[in-house]
């Protein structure tokens, strides 16, 4: 079995393919050296070949993970990427624990819904391009952007305190541009790996709790005396600094393990033509799931925006606001749980149609919480939480974990973070239209009885298309199983079984031990010519 390739491949900056080799032998990474034909490949194993971080300490972190037990890097990995994401929210949600009363702006328009407009305006064109961009970003590039990114979205913030009303809507959405691209760039570093059910798991924790944590830290910031122009900058950056140091934790775990992509698959870049091809292959259940998937943002998106609203119609104007973390704590766990068991399904395509399963579930838990509230069954905090878990079991999948597990059901070695995006920019389409509605079209309507409606429409609309999602895709993959493991050539287009593919990687990267005096394969050479090639070679002793 290949040993620690994660961390040579980390910090050598190593080509992609991968080679397992014999159980004893070293192995040296040599990446674009030039090959005579007739020579020998010369190349040092030593330990300069690490020295590609100049973070001293995060590469000696690395190979400690990478020699660690599982349990133990899992548990990093959790820690450094709910912590990350959990910091970020007090730059993006704090601002929605002000209320601002009786401001409007543009007219008419209530300013706190102008501000959820900007944002997910700013969201909706960031993941047009994140769709394209963030799939290609290299895994050298990814920390040093996440921190670009924090600055960036920090920065409209503090400008927001000094500017007039329609100065902060302007700032909103500069400021939301940045933050869309962050949790594309963390899932990358969570997929395609055995325990990728925990850390996507543990990601998405923070999305449930972190909001309304934000929310009750900002609303002892404002009783504490900061204006509400004000305190989204103070809770910023305090965010901002926070992000930055748990984002250079995650930036030292290792990469898949040569296990974890044997059980997962590959996880690399996708080309526009691949995305494409992808595309058209699986049209009808990614449509119906994509529509799904964009309702329940829409509804999740209220539910976090208009939670300070929500909780004074159902409680009144002196509601605790220890509700906003009251009442998602339990949300994070309960979910947590029952994604987190998905973790001992092994099959990829079993796990994928469980997932299915349990976001049908949730639209029926918010359904049901939904009538038994109305008909007063049960009290407003025990409503929240379980629309909560609800909603959270069936939004979750497909920001994550469900795409991940459908790639390695299907084989194709893709991020998923192309179909992370599409779905979110249709989710914020939606979002948006909700948000125009509820403002000019339904503006005298108490915020609780608009999402008593929404919460029918999206549970509704859940239950069905996970319905009809379910069929289409037991049709569609049943002959998958003639496949059972596809890898794909250097096109992308051709499908190969492990055992021929393996064989060709073998003939085009193997450069065998020239203390064995093993000549370097003629296969690595174009035409038999005596110029030397350009290659990603294994070097291999035994």
Not at 255 to 282: C, G, H, N
Not at 359 to 374: K, N
Not at 482 to 501: F, R, S, Y
């Amino acid at each position: 079995m290949l040993e620690q390739t994660s961390t040579e491949m980390q910090y050598g900056n190593l080509g992609e393919e991968l080679l397992e080799v014999p159980d004893g032998a070293s192995i040296t990474y040599v990446t674009k050296k030039s090959v005579p034909q007739a020579g020998l490949l010369k190349a040092q194993h030593s330990p300069q070949l690490y020295t590609g971080n100049p973070l001293h300490w995060k590469r000696l972190l690395t190979q400690r993970l990478d020699k660690s037990h599982t349990a133990v890097a899992t548990i990093y990995t959790v820690f450094a990427a709910f912590s990350a994401y959990f910091s970020i929210y007090g730059i993006s949600a704090s601002l929605f624990a002000a209320t601002f009363d009786g401001v409007t702006v543009f007219g008419k328009m209530d300013l706190k819904v102008a501000f959820s407009i900007a944002q997910m305006l700013g969201y909706a064109i960031s993941k047009v391009a994140g769709a394209i961009v963030i799939p290609t970003i290299k895994r050298n590039y990814r920390c040093p952007t996440l921190v670009l990114l924090a600055v960036l979205a920090e920065l409209p913030l503090v400008l927001f305190g000094a500017l007039p009303p329609a100065g902060q809507v302007a700032m909103v959405f500069l400021s939301g541009i940045p933050m869309a691209w962050m949790w594309g760039i963390m899932v990358m570093y969570l997929e395609g790996r055995r325990t990728s059910e925990f850390l996507l798991m543990g990601l998405y924790l923070s999305v449930m709790v972190a909001s309304g944590a934000a929310k009750s830290i900002a609303a002892a910031v404002l009783r504490a005396g900061i204006s509400e122009s004000w305190m989204p900058a103070f809770c910023g950056a305090f965010s901002a600094v926070a992000f930055i140091f748990f984002i250079i934790l995650l930036d030292a775990i290792p990469d898949p393990s040569v296990e974890d992509r044997k059980v997962r698959s590959e996880r690399r870049t996708i080309t526009q033509a691949e995305a494409r091809r992808f595309l058209v292959r699986w049209a009808p259940g990614l449509i119906v799931v994509t529509l799904v998937y964009s309702l329940l943002t829409a509804y999740r998106n209220f539910r976090d925006y208009f939670a300070p609203e929500l909780w004074r119609d159902l409680e009144g104007a002196d509601f605790d606001p220890s509700r906003f973390t009251q009442s998602e704590l339990p949300v994070g766990i309960c979910t947590a749980v029952a994604y987190c068991l998905l973790y001992w399904i092994k099959d990829d395509k079993k796990a994928f149609f469980s997932i299915l399963g349990v976001m049908f579930v949730g639209g029926a838990v918010v359904l049901i919480a939904t009538i038994t509230q109305v008909a007063g069954l049960i009290n407003p905090l025990s409503w929240m939480i379980m629309v909560g878990v609800g909603l959270y079991m069936a939004y979750i999948p497909p920001g994550a974990m469900l795409y991940d597990r459908f790639n390695g059901a299907t084989g194709h070695p893709y991020t998923s973070v192309f179909m992370i995006y599409l779905s979110d920019v249709c989710g914020y389409s939606v979002t948006l239209a909700v948000l125009f509605y509820r403002n000019f079209g339904d503006a005298n309507l108490r915020y609780v009885d608009f999402f008593h409606s929404l919460s029918y429409i999206a549970s509704l609309a859940c239950m069905g298309g996970m319905a009809v999602a379910a069929l289409y895709f037991v049709f569609a993959m049943r002959n998958l199983h003639l496949l059972p493991k596809v890898l794909l050539d250097e096109e992308g287009v051709a499908p190969m079984e492990e055992g021929a593919a393996m064989e060709d990687l073998r003939k085009r990267t193997v450069v065998p031990s020239p203390a064995h005096g093993h000549p370097v394969p003629p296969q690595a050479h174009e035409d038999g010519g005596e110029e030397a090639k350009e290659v990603d070679a294994l070097y291999v002793s035994a």
